[in-house]
């Protein structure tokens, strides 16, 4: 059990407060915290390692980068935010934190705008026609869907053949232009588009037959939010299916491809479905790239009870 005398002296120390504070908002790697901090790699990294020794943050490999993330007690966190009234380093920490979080959005926007247009020209990794052909099995009979992250709307125009209403949601506007004029030329009158973030869509709550999250989720900020909020506008019985990258190693994919994450593991995709209440849960591995990096392509599929 961690001590918490020693958890109260350790935060007497205003720099470690400060990181307690950011790492308990978003998980956050050495790097961006030396942004936040303005303070040396040395400095911060020995701060997180006495933390991480009392067992009050955690970090998760991503990539080539640790991400930390604050594991304290819910009254120590209390007393921490109440001393935070004396840290006035803070107010300005919260604020950087936040320009943080904006840029990292900004980063996947500009690529989609760019991409506008393009799409089915340029080579997206994990978008496989054998990958969609099995999800499209799934939702022959769905009235409602939504494509969460459609992108130019390749499978939203397919989804629009069969459903009675289909609803595009993506975070560019330049895409969510150029999706609803391509709907419009080929007589779509189904297709809608809207432009939103998957972490909380423009939809209503419980209003949806079926969700579809092709391709997207590893660009998502938080991916758990995002099938959260697909479970949110999803009826009871409703389903949601995910289309994703295994995950990888390869890190141009951050730069290539904007991509936030590297893929997932069908033992993580299964436990952000479950942890979201979905129940009848699978996962399954369809289909693997023959070349060079060989992206697999990973389908979750959930129903709301």
């Known amino acids: ?36 901090l303005g303070m040396g790699q040395s400095r911060i990294s020995t701060q997180l390692s006495h933390l991480k020794t009392a ?10 980068n640790n991400m930390y993330s604050c594991c304290a007690s819910p009254d120590l ?32 926007r500009a690529y989609f705008d760019e991409l506008a247009g393009r799409f089915g020209k340029d080579y997206v990794p994990g978008r496989s026609w054998k990958a969609l052909a099995e999800a499209l099995i799934k939702v022959l009979n769905y009235k409602i869907v939504a494509d969460l992250g459609a992108g130019e709307g390749t ?12 609803i595009a949601v993506d975070l560019s506007p330049k895409m969510v232009e150029f999706g609803q004029k391509l709907a419009l030329q080929n007589g779509l009158t189904n297709l809608e588009y809207r432009l ?21 989720l590893h660009h ?6 995002a099938i959260d909020a697909a479970f949110r506008i999803l009826k009871p019985g409703g389903r949601l299916i995910v289309m994703d990258l295994v995950q990888h190693q390869f890190e141009e994919a951050r730069n290539l491809y904007a991509d936030r994450w590297l893929g997932f593991s069908e033992s993580a995709m299964a436990a952000m479905l479950e942890r ?28 709301r009870g």
Do not use: Y
């Open 1 to 36: 059990m961690t001590s918490i005398l020693k958890s109260l002296k350790l935060l007497c120390d205003p720099t470690r407060l400060r990181i307690m504070l950011l790492v308990d908002q978003e998980a956050l790697s050495v790097l961006e915290l030396q942004e936040i």
């Open 55 to 64: 067992g009050l943050v955690t970090d998760e490999r991503s990539g080539k």
């Open 77 to 108: 966190l209390e007393v921490t935010r109440l001393a935070a009234g004396e840290v006035p380093e803070v107010e300005a920490d919260m604020a950087s934190l936040r320009h943080l979080l904006r840029k990292r959005k900004d980063t996947a």
């Open 155 to 166: 499978l939203a125009q397919l989804l629009a053949q069969r459903a009675e209403q289909v």
């Open 196 to 216: 939103g973030d998957i972490e909380n869509p423009p939809i209503a709550d419980q209003s949806l037959d079926l969700a579809v999250l092709s391709q997207a």
């Open 220 to 225: 998502a900020e938080h991916p758990q939010r």
């Open 276 to 303: 979201a209440g979905f129940r009848e849960i699978e996962t399954v591995v369809a289909d693997r790239e023959a070349s060079s990096p060989n992206f697999q392509t990973l389908l979750g599929i959930g129903t």
